[in-house]
């Protein structure tokens, strides 16, 4: 069973007023995203090990092997959009109560978690992820990794937020300015209820 581009859950230009625009939506998703799932499905082909395993364990299964590192990154990148495209909301940016309070009471406050998710969204150096996670013991975090590489592969926690700070991303609507397209995000774009029923369902 190939594995396959799940359809955007709005509209290609659903995102435009909240700061990303239509191009962008279809150059990461139709393009991007279904390059990764493309070479994806050609790795899985050729290699029998790979057969019959699920997108996690595929992740699993290769991450740290340096032989297997294209599986890896087109694997992680294919996980990675799944939960973007969910993160992401045309009337983002809101904070529901439940996930506010625990917010509040591992961050110290929602500025301190939005400054900490910026601060690693920004110094992640050349292409990567910024995360928001429920880490393994119990609290929320912010993390940051390379790549296509995600908390799964690297025993983060559960996810919650994940933000893309590829330059396919943002280019076309911050140029180069990451720091607006985090902020812009956080401010307008995040799906905070997508966040907060991960965070319930953990
Ligand atoms: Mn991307």
Known sequence: ?????PALPYSYNALARAGMCQETLELHHDKHHQAY??????FVEAKPELQGKSLDEII???KGDAAQ???????GQHWN???FWQNLSATGGAIPTALEEKIVSDFG???TFKAE??????????SGWAWLVLDPSGKLAVTKTANGSNPLAEGQGKVLLGLDVWEHAYYLDFRNR???YVTNYLDKLANYEFAEAQLKSA
Do not use: C, W, Y
């Open 1 to 5: 069973m190939a594995f396959e581009l």
């Open 37 to 42: 799932v493309t070479a994806l499905n050609g």
């Open 60 to 62: 699993l299964a290769v």
């Open 69 to 75: 590192a294209p599986v890896f990154n087109n694997a």
């Open 81 to 83: 959009h799944i939960l």
């Open 109 to 111: 406050s929602v500025d």
């Open 117 to 126: 998710f910026k601060k690693a969204a920004t110094s992640q150096f050349g």
């Open 178 to 180: 990451r720091p607006d």
